[in-house]
């Protein structure tokens, strides 16, 4: 019987993980009920394993130009953020449950060694872009304390700490009154279909970002829900010069063959749950 040789530690990295938590996402002060706690133990436990943070851009561009094995080398790992609530940049304090830090601000904290200038680590905020949208998701989705604005957009591109990216127009959000999709189906982005529906969704969204963040605004597009189709990531994502790359969920490594129509990444709490979750992740890469 053939046995398979034991993994040594230096082996090789061939692939990147990517790793994404939402700002939205506490409820508690623990790491399974608190994505802001989450990222401050992933930070130090990605740092503690010798890997850096490299920005979406670069590992997009990296598969693009079929470059993602020389990166990967470098043990390097990305950071995407869901949504693109206030949360993501601007530090709250909630009366009941006390100061809440920005994922930007974990990221300037913690970002010592992880290989970018004035030790800051780069993370991509992936924002729902439409003003109307966002206004009524803060009142279905949070309390409608007017936490889900674009005015920190500029600041947060200028900044460098974190990209600001398209996550759609609307979402398909089943919570708003109405969506620029007109034959989608609500909470499901897979369901879009047309040409037309694709440029209300993508297109249109990353024209409102370019304007906001004066065209500062990275050219990437993470699907809603992680949901991606043949028709948008074989036919429509192709043709269209808005965007350079997409993002899915899915709970994979980026590797050499990606699409760069369909990159994969690991969702906290979805696909890890705990610091050593996260190592295991890591030292697979």
């Keep these: 019987m053939l046995l398979r040789p034991r993994r040594s530690k230096c082996q090789v990295t061939t692939s990147v993980p990517i790793l994404t938590y939402h700002a939205l996402h506490a409820p508690g002060w623990d790491y399974h009920s608190n994505d802001h706690v989450a990222l401050e133990c992933d930070l130090q436990a990605i740092?503690?394993?010798?890997?850096?943070?490299?920005?979406?851009?670069?590992?997009?561009?990296?598969v693009i130009d079929?470059?993602?094995a020389t990166l990967a080398r470098e043990r390097v790992v990305g950071i995407s953020l869901d949504d693109g609530t206030d949360h993501d940049f601007i530090d709250f304090s909630h009366p009941d449950y006390g100061h809440l830090r920005s994922m930007a601000r974990v990221m300037r904290e913690h970002g010592a060694g992880l290989?970018?200038?004035?030790?800051?680590?780069s993370a991509t905020s992936f924002v729902i872009v439409s003003p109307e949208a966002r206004e009524q998701l803060d009142r279905t989705c949070i309390a409608g304390r007017g936490q889900w604005r674009d005015d920190w957009w500029l600041e947060a591109a200028c900044e460098g700490v974190l990209a600001i990216a398209n996550h759609s127009w609307d979402h398909l959000h089943p919570t708003l009154d109405s969506v620029v999709a007109t034959q989608a189906e609500r909470g499901r982005f897979d369901?879009?279909?047309?040409?037309e529906d694709a440029e209300r969704e993508i297109a249109q969204a990353q024209r409102y970002l370019e304007e906001r963040t004066q065209g500062r605004s990275a050219r990437l597009f993470a699907y809603p829900y992680g949901h991606s189709n043949e028709f948008l990531v074989q036919a429509y994502l192709p043709r269209q010069q808005a965007v350079s790359a997409a993002f899915v969920g899915g709970g994979d490594y980026v590797r050499a063959d990606s699409n760069r129509w369909a990159i994969p990444r690991f969702i906290c709490q979805e696909h890890w749950q705990s610091p050593e979750q996260l190592e295991r992740i890591l030292a697979s890469a």
């Design 47 to 62: 740092r503690g394993q010798g890997f850096r943070v490299a920005a979406l851009s670069t590992i997009a561009q990296a």
């Design 66 to 68: 079929g470059t993602l």
């Design 115 to 121: 290989g970018f200038p004035d030790g800051q680590a």
């Design 191 to 195: 369901t879009v279909g047309t040409w």
